[in-house]
Every structure is written in C-alpha cells, then in structure tokens.
C-alpha cells in the first residue's frame, strides 16, 4: 500500500535553527532538502512544494440557545512550486520509476515582500506559515507533509524612545471609618519599552508607607490578546499572566524605601503584534503595591517584545 511504499519522509531548512526554530523573515530564501524512502520501486508523477501565509479566528458568544460564531481569516499568499516534475509521463509510465532506497532532492523558494505579522498561536485565533510537501502517484490522493515556519516581523527598534525609561507613580491613603493614615506612595521606572522574550526587564522602585500596614510589592508581564472580526465589527479579549515576582514588604512607617526587582520574560512568550485588522498581541508590566484590607496601588508599564531589539543612537562629530 502507499504508505508503507514511503517511510521516513522529512524537511530540513538549510538556515540554522535558533532556539529550537528555524527563524524566517520577508524576502528570505526558504531552501533545504526533502528526503524519503521507498521500500520498493515506485511511479511518482511529481513532488511540489506550497508555501502558504495567513490568519484566523474565531470564537462564540451567547447562551447555547442563542449562540453567535464569529470568525475572520485572511491570506497573505500561496506559492507553490515542482520540486520533481515527470514531463514526459516516463515515471508514470512505469519507465522511469523510482527505485527503492533514499532520495533526497534540494529545494529552494522565496518568502514575498509584505509586512507580514509574526507567527502566533492564541487563544481565539492564529498566524501560520506552512510549507507543504506534497507526492503524486499515479491513480492515488497526493500525500501531504507540511511543516511550520516560524516567521518574524521585524520591528524597527532604533526609534529613541524605545530606548528611554518609563516612569509612574501612584499614592493613595487607607480611611477607616472616620481614621486616614499618612499616605502610601510609590515612584517606579523601567529601563526601556523594547525587550526580546528571554531577556530581564529591571524595574526599580521607591516606595514611602506612613501607613499602619505592611504593603508588598509585586511585578507581574501580562499578554494581552484581541480578535476581531472583518472592519473590527466585534471582538474579543483575552488576558494572560505570564510571569510575576514579589518583592520585600515594605513595613508601616517608612519611608524612601528603594528596592530592585528582576522580571525575567519567558522566552516562549510571543512577539508583539500590531496594526494588523483581526488579531493583536501587547504586553504591560504591572507594577503593584498590595495593601491588605484595600486595593492594590497599581502603575502599568506598556512594552513591546521583538527579535533582539538593537538600538545604535547616532554619533554627533565635534
């Protein structure tokens, strides 16, 4: 039968993977190799590679008498290529079969220009970049073998601002019945908006308690994750911790307290996406004071996550 007549079939990129990825961007040449076995001579009409790009999502909304789906997807592109072509029909013939044993047999294809989003799998939706080898045999359904790119959009990071310190503060003062304590502030500063996941986001901090209760610090990455439908006519919006820290307690009746804490970004976590119609990812660090017994004294710091932001500001000759 055919699937015993091919085993082992595999992909291989020639550009060096990364993190366990091979990494591909806009204009990239995607080459490498496809390799397979045949337990036995076998008539194979052609062997084609499609590389495919684009997006979708869905999701549901209302009771399960009344639901409502809602779904959007777009293309980016589809290519598609022959990596073995018989022309003259002597493969399929039975002139010219293939013999049993290994092939391998070198591709190569171009990723298009465009400003294409980054590969993501979400909770309601994903972008995806497939390449698809595909087998003809004569007289049988083509067998399909489709691997993932893992694509990146990158963003320009020389901009200055990204680059700059975020800063915020926040104060507020605790009321029991007709007591007020003194008043609870904190003054935080992130060293930059632009991090690459992997890396550790430094976030200091200065804190001053003239209450009656011990206040905690607490820094937390948060993703934040939105679809939507075609012209943004519905949408849907789902939030994600991904990492936290806690500090040390900052005790009642102190002030100018000044600490450091260390956020590290998981490297799985995603690349910020976007300006694109149905789907975008953002990030914000949140940092908190919880205060037993009261709400939580909060400042949000917006970044951006990217492939290994760099940043060379610009020499000024004298």
């Known amino acids: 039968m055919f699937k015993h007549a091919i085993q082992n ?37 052609s062997l084609t590679m499609k590389m495919k790009g684009g997006a979708n999502v869905h999701w549901s909304s209302g009771t399960r008498k009344h639901r ?20 003259r029909g002597a493969i399929s013939s039975g002139q010219g079969k293939l013999p049993a044993g290994r092939h391998v047999f070198p591709f190569s294809c171009q990723l298009p220009q465009g400003d294409f989003p980054s590969s993501f799998h979400g909770i309601h939706g994903q972008i995806e970049y497939t390449l698809t080898a595909s087998i003809h045999r004569p007289w049988h359904l083509s067998k399909d073998f489709v691997t993932e790119l893992n694509f990146v959009n990158h963003i320009d ?27 609870i502030t904190m ?9 690459s996941p992997g890396e550790t986001a430094k976030i200091t901090c200065e804190f001053s308690n003239a209450s009656s209760r011990t206040a905690t610090p607490r820094v ?12 943004r006519v519905t949408s849907r919006m789902v939030c994600l911790p ?8 900052v005790r009642p009746n102190t002030s100018n307290v000044h600490s450091e804490i260390k956020l590290h970004i998981p490297s799985s976590a995603s690349f910020t996406i976007s300006n694109f119609s149905i789907l975008e990812v953002e990030y914000n660090i949140e940092v908190s004071l919880c205060i037993k017994g009261s709400h939580d004294l909060t400042v949000l710091f917006p970044i951006i996550l990217c492939d290994k932001p760099t940043y060379n500001p610009p020499l000024f000759l004298s």
């Not at 409502?68 to 022309?87: G, P």
């Open 157 to 183: 990071t020389s901009k200055p601002d990204l680059w700059a310190p975020l800063s915020g503060s926040n104060s507020k003062i605790l009321c029991c019945l007709w007591c007020a304590s003194g008043p």
């Open 220 to 231: 937390k990455l948060q993703q934040k994750q939105t679809f939507y439908t075609h012209k």
């Open 68 to 87: 409502r789906y809602h779904n959007a997807r777009l293309d980016f592109f589809n290519l598609e290529s022959a990596i073995l072509q018989d022309k």
């Open 9 to 45: 079939f595999s992909i291989s990129f020639d550009r060096p993977v990364v993190n366990g990825k091979n990494t591909f961007s806009k204009g990239d040449m995607v080459s490498g190799h496809v390799s397979f076995d045949l337990s036995k001579d076998t008539s194979i009409t």
């Open 187 to 195: 003054t935080v500063e992130a060293e930059k908006t632009v991090f």
């Open 242 to 249: 991904l990492a936290a820290v806690t500090g040390e307690p």
